[in-house]
């Protein structure tokens, strides 16, 4: 059970991390439309749907069980829809064609790289079981994994002059996305089921 303290502190985290992701958004949109980058867009809306998911988590602060596991299945869900959006980007840029900007691709990821290091760092310390922080902790986690493949994926735009590797990039962020998602989806219903045989 956690105490006041605690779950101040994890409201405090979340409000940090939210703002810290709805920022990321807003840059690398920006940055993913003026570099015609499926990756980037995917990961403007990747941190788009983190942020909405912060304040799910957020809100469950503090509230009984079977609120926390509805707002992390809810989170789960909104992965899945982001993953299904990027795979519609990716889709429509390979049959209308793209050419991204590696150099503004490289530089946004080490960008994003950084903020969500540190989002990372921060959930990682509240060292909570909670559900929600855990999906926290995932979103983060798979951000940061994003950050890597979008830097690797700029090195191959500029060296190979061809827009495969940013398409590729976007396919590997709709699949982690994915793949978050699910875990976070088993994670709500496994602690829903050890609450109702504590019960």
Request: charge should be negative.
């Amino acid at each position: 059970m956690n105490t006041p303290e605690t779950e101040s502190r994890q409201r405090q985290v979340l409000l940090v991390v939210f703002a810290l992701n709805a920022a990321l958004f807003l840059g690398l949109g920006v940055a993913g439309w003026l570099a015609d980058s499926s990756a980037l867009l995917a990961n403007a809306l990747d941190n788009a749907s983190d942020s909405a998911v912060y304040l799910i988590s957020f809100a469950a602060v503090g509230r009984a069980l079977i609120w926390k596991t509805r707002a992390a299945r809810a989170s789960g869900i909104m992965l899945l829809i982001f993953a299904g959006g990027v795979l519609l980007d990716v889709l429509r840029r390979t049959l209308t064609g793209t050419e991204p900007i590696g150099w503004t691709m490289m530089a946004m990821a080490v960008v994003a790289a950084i903020v969500n290091f540190v989002c990372l760092e921060l959930i990682r310390r509240q060292r909570s079981d909670d559900v929600n922080m855990k999906a926290a902790e995932t979103f983060s986690l798979n951000d940061f994994a994003s950050n890597g493949g979008i830097l690797i994926a700029g090195g191959l735009v500029l060296w190979l002059d061809q827009s495969w590797p940013d398409l590729l990039v976007g396919l590997i962020v709709a699949g982690i996305a994915v793949k978050g998602g699910l875990e976070i989806l088993r994670d709500a219903a496994r602690s829903r089921l050890e609450e109702s045989e504590s019960q």
